[in-house]
């Protein structure tokens, strides 16, 4: 099935009538900022952080996510487990059709172009042409390009043309770099209103608005703390002061300044409904620089390259392991998971229908629970310890 669907703002006549200014989703009792500026500062050693989570807790932690926008359309919570496309190899057609049959839900597709990720592409849109399992399936997409408003739209169209859907269900401005937040703020405001792309509280996906949800994807930490102090109605960012990058070992120090002002200051809801960051056992610093404030904005994290481009499963294990084998590619999701709570779901780009087997079989063999205990949470962060390479260049960037 092939999708007509127009969605140019400019187009007189379109199919999707232009979207009304959604209502703002309130944080469920907002923090003052003083407080919410408080969480940047909070800096726990990794090991005792590892120490202090309660196993019986951690064994609770779900494999589908919690946040109400992590909903199918016909209601169903994602699976905290999703299924990303990889250009670095050509994943078969077969490979998300699997997935589904696995239970797996959530699709993330980064491009639409056929020469890389064409296969995955294929069978994506197999399952988005029955009407029926469209509506079971969380489809996210997404593009670098999103200065060109105009290109951005074409994007979108393309979309959905090429896997037969008349709507996405979520849209990720990608790998924003430090400096351009404010302008990918600004592209999220016109996709919300003028622009007509984003369904509003309450309307219908398809109908009122071909998004259902908008957010972005960034490897580098202050560029993501920026974005999640953006504010919806325009009322631009929260404390814009620039991020700076702690020194290893080292607490930043902050002066809240004018206590009065910080303490009677509400905010609006964040621009963002969700965040695509970097997480893995070896890169662990997003959660005392990132993760706090995106609970507290109310913005699920969706982490991406958790086996570290497949680095982290690879023999033999670094120098100084004494520990076993190297993780599974189902251990470096489900630690992702259990290790931080901000984060609701974790992908994994399989090259094959046996390596996504592999996992999928080894989380439906936990039943409904993840069982990671504090224990085993902390031996893979000794792993990512070892792993982390302090001098390679994109290893320091997050």
């Known amino acids: 099935m092939t999708s007509t669907c127009v969605v140019r703002a400019s187009a007189p006549g379109r199919d999707h009538p232009r979207v009304t200014t959604p209502r703002p989703?309130?944080?469920?009792?907002?923090?003052?900022?003083?407080?919410?500026?408080?969480?940047?500062?909070?800096?726990?050693?990794?090991?005792?952080?590892?120490?202090?989570?309660?196993?019986?807790?951690?064994?609770?932690?779900?494999?589908?996510?919690?946040?109400?926008?992590?909903?199918?359309?016909?209601?169903?919570?994602?699976?905290?487990?999703?299924?990303?496309?990889?250009?670095?190899?050509?994943?078969?057609?077969?490979?998300?059709?699997?997935?589904?049959?696995?239970?797996?839900?959530?699709?993330?597709?980064?491009?639409?172009?056929?020469?890389?990720?064409?296969?995955?592409?294929?069978?994506?849109?197999?399952?988005?042409?029955?009407?029926?399992?469209?509506?079971?399936?969380?489809?996210?997409?997404?593009?670098?390009?999103?200065?060109?408003?105009?290109?951005?739209?074409?994007?979108?169209?393309?979309?959905?043309?090429?896997?037969?859907?008349?709507?996405?269900?979520?849209?990720?401005?990608?790998?924003?770099?430090?400096?351009?937040?404010?302008?990918?703020?600004?592209?999220?405001r016109w996709m919300r209103n003028e622009g007509g792309l984003v369904v509003s509280e309450g309307g219908r996906a398809g109908v009122d608005g071909v998004i259902r949800y908008v957010g972005a994807s960034t490897h580098d930490r202050c560029a993501g703390n920026r974005l999640l102090r953006s504010q919806r109605n325009g009322r631009g960012f929260i404390g814009e002061e620039p991020c700076e990058e702690e020194e290893e070992g080292e607490e930043e120090e902050r002066d809240d300044g004018d206590e009065k002002t910080a303490t009677d200051l509400d905010f609006e809801p964040c621009e963002l409904d969700f965040l695509m960051a970097r997480y893995n056992m070896a890169h662990v610093k997003s959660e005392r620089t990132l993760f706090p404030l995106a609970t507290a904005r109310d913005v699920p994290v969706v982490a991406f390259t958790t086996t570290r481009w497949n680095s982290l499963q690879k023999e033999p294990a670094p120098e100084g392991w004494t520990e076993g084998a190297p993780p599974t590619t189902a251990e470096c999701m489900r630690w992702a998971l259990a290790a931080d709570d901000a984060v609701e779901v974790v992908l994994n780009s399989a090259p094959t229908t046996e390596t996504l087997g592999a996992w999928c079989e080894d989380w439906a063999a936990r039943g409904d629970k993840v069982a990671m205990g504090a224990d085993e949470v902390a031996k893979w962060r000794r792993y990512g310890e070892l792993v982390y390479e302090e001098d390679a260049p994109f290893e320091t960037y997050t």
């Open 25 to 188: 989703r309130k944080v469920p009792g907002p923090k003052p900022l003083s407080a919410l500026l408080s969480l940047l500062s909070a800096s726990k050693d990794d090991s005792q952080k590892a120490e202090a989570l309660d196993p019986a807790t951690l064994a609770q932690v779900r494999i589908v996510a919690s946040s109400p926008k992590l909903r199918t359309v016909n209601g169903d919570p994602v699976r905290a487990a999703g299924l990303g496309g990889n250009r670095n190899v050509r994943q078969p057609k077969a490979l998300a059709p699997t997935a589904r049959a696995h239970g797996v839900n959530y699709f993330f597709a980064y491009s639409m172009r056929d020469d890389q990720i064409g296969d995955y592409l294929d069978g994506l849109a197999e399952l988005c042409s029955d009407p029926k399992m469209r509506k079971k399936i969380f489809v996210a997409v997404g593009t670098e390009d999103f200065t060109d408003r105009e290109a951005l739209t074409a994007h979108v169209e393309r979309c959905l043309s090429r896997l037969g859907t008349s709507y996405i269900d979520a849209f990720f401005l990608e790998y924003v770099p430090r400096g351009a937040e404010a302008e990918a703020v600004e592209t999220i």
